[in-house]
């Protein structure tokens, strides 16, 4: 029993087992990762149009939740700033930003998104996040960071921009309303991205060049946003720079977070509110569980750990549904608050529960300290944190290896650009999946012959090999299904009609991991027209599974056993034939 709920909430196997000298890394990690969180949960809340308050209580109730039912013992969960975009423009055309209306939906959408996560966990369906290419998911990401960036241009220069929606739309106004910029709120935003700048490489190395170790290093270079929070809101209270037009946070309620109840139930007219919010959950559910999943899966290899697909959802819904029932919205393993923590030293869900307890205290009294906060600042803390998601790199490193995945990228980048951040990603899933099935539905097919003296078959076009006049043996380098038999039919009949001296033909099945029923039909009447031309097949190298079915359908008995052989080696020495040499053109 204990082992059962062990495997339900990972916190009591970590739990007992806990190990005093980890506290300290624990306690270390937390704080800083609390002094990191703090800037960040009010600057996304603030970029998902909702009060900074909202991203205060979404920064306790998720870190806190989260490690009772995670497997990762690193990740940082809580706002992101991809989710807060994607929340903005789902939710924007609903209700006006910071109303109560907003407010409520942005809640809902949280207890949605967590319930499907839980669903999808408890059906044990997380293999699906295998079914995202990741091109795909650079190519959105990249994309999404753009809009996100552009979408703090506003605050960055003090201009005021109307309702705008999509990515270009954004550009257009931003650039013509640039006249409007304020000058000191400018001055503070290069200072805030300048400081933001030199606290990141310049600085590490630094402090690294007089001495000081990994440990010493990380506290003081990851607490460059809460030192621009306090430096930004000194500037702005002592010089009131807030009656020269730089925009402020403004007063932040002090006082823990409130039970909320989302619009669950309720009249004709919250029904259908739930159903306009289904496709933006949908949404926000995948694209959260792929970055909490990937993000604690690559801290998790870092230490010889692993991370469960269905445990993860299920522990990212319940710090969903935890979220919307504090005030919060939705919630994500973060992949820059998770690469501190576990550099900062986290051992294990402690150091984000103490994460969660140094919020809330901050919640509780430290709020009113915000006031004169500038939101330039927090702009700049959320175009420096989206600049590193714009990945050219990968694009051009897929350009030269595979041109395929690159226009799978392009595809997605240009589809979240000019049709927005949610269809972006359905066009470029549908893309791959499109690509997916051009590409085995065009299989690589080649002639094949024995290397040297070994019993190695090797394409004729790439080496020289030795081949026998009266034996076409060739490989397929997929599995056989609907979408490519008539394309292997066509080869095959093509390779014999320019050979007419073949009198058996081999297939080499090293590379077919499986043969569905339409691929059998055509394999069949394969045999038939084969015959008729004075030609036999044969087959080699058939792989276990594979042999099974074939022997299940009678495959096996119509064809003949003495038909098909272990290897194409066997085969060519069973037909007993000359070999020759043949050179690759």
């Known amino acids: 029993m204990r082992d059962r709920l062990s495997r339900w909430l990972p916190i009591l196997d970590w739990g007992r087992h806990y190990h005093p000298p980890d506290l300290v890394a624990d306690l ?26 909202i991203g205060l209580y979404t920064a306790i109730a998720a870190p806190l939740i989260y490690p009772f039912f995670g497997t990762s013992r690193a990740l940082s969960v809580g706002p992101v700033a991809l989710d807060s975009i994607l929340l903005a423009a789902g939710l924007s055309v609903m209700a006006a930003p910071d109303s109560a209306d907003y407010i409520s939906l942005a809640i809902t959408v949280a207890l949605l998104v967590g319930g499907i996560q839980i669903l999808i966990g408890l059906l044990r369906l997380g293999v699906l996040v295998n079914f995202v290419s990741s091109s795909v998911m650079a190519g959105f990401t990249s994309a999404a960071a753009m809009t996100i960036a552009l979408s703090q241009v506003r605050h960055l220069l003090g201009i005021k921009l109307g309702p705008t929606s999509g990515f270009f739309s954004l550009l257009v106004a931003t650039v013509e309303n640039i006249g409007q910029t304020q000058g000191v709120t400018l001055a503070i935003s290069v200072g805030a991205i300048a400081l933001l700048w030199w606290g990141n490489k310049p600085l590490t190395k630094w402090l690294k060049g007089r001495g000081l170790t990994e440990m010493a290093t ?3 270079t990851k607490s460059m946003p809460l030192a621009l929070m306090v ?15 730089v925009s402020i946070v403004g007063a932040i309620p002090a006082g823990p977070p409130q039970w909320t109840m989302p619009i669950i139930i309720g009249d004709g007219e919250a029904i259908a509110r739930l159903t306009d919010l289904l496709p933006l959950s949908l949404t926000l559910a995948f694209i959260s569980f792929i970055e909490t999943f990937s993000t604690g899966q690559v801290l998790a290899r870092q230490r010889q750990q692993t991370i469960e697909a269905d445990q993860e959802l299920i522990a990212v819904g319940l710090a969903n549904v935890g979220a919307a029932f504090v005030g919060g919205y939705c919630v994500a393993g973060g992949l820059s608050r998770s690469v501190v923590n576990f550099a900062a030293g986290a051992r294990t869900g402690l150091a984000s529960i103490i994460t969660a307890v140094m919020i809330f205290l901050t919640a509780l009294f430290l709020t009113p ?20 998601l714009i990945d050219v790199q990968r694009v051009v490193k897929l350009w030269r290896y595979n041109r395929a995945d690159a226009l799978a990228f ?12 949610e269809s972006g990603i359905v066009v470029g899933m549908v893309f791959a999946i499109a690509l997916y ?31 026998c006049a009266e034996v076409l043996a060739i490989r397929v380098d997929e599995s056989l299904y609907f979408a490519n038999t008539k394309v292997l039919e066509t080869s095959l009949l093509n390779a014999i009609a320019s050979s007419p001296q073949i009198e058996k033909l081999l297939l080499v099945c090293s590379g077919i991991n499986f043969i569905d029923g339409s691929a059998l039909d055509t394999l069949e009447r394969l045999i038939q027209t084969l015959e008729t031309l004075g030609v036999k097949l044969y087959l080699s190298d058939v792989k276990g599974p594979v042999m099974d079915g074939l022997e299940r359908i009678g495959f096996v008995e119509r064809l003949g056993s003495d038909r098909i052989f272990l290897s194409a080696a066997a085969a060519m020495a069973d037909f007993d034939c000359q070999l020759t040499n043949t050179p690759p053109p």
């Open 410 to 421: 392009l595809v997605t980048f240009a589809g979240v650009l000019f049709v927005g951040i």
């Open 218 to 220: 990380v506290p003081l």
């Open 231 to 245: 430096l930004g809101t000194i500037l702005v209270a002592s010089l009131r720079l807030d009656q020269q037009g």
């Open 369 to 388: 300290l915000f006031f004169y906060l500038p939101q330039a600042a927090l702009a700049a803390m959320i175009c420096m944190a989206v600049v590193k």
């Open 437 to 467: 099935l051009w590409r085995t539905s065009h299989p690589h097919i080649a002639i094949v012959g024995r290397l040297g003296e070994t019993e190695q078959f090797r394409n004729i076009k790439r080496h020289q090999v030795l081949t």
């Open 28 to 53: 270390t990690a937390g704080l800083i990762v609390a002094g990191l969180l703090i800037p960040q949960a009010m600057a996304y809340a603030l970029l998902a149009g909702l009060p900074p308050k």
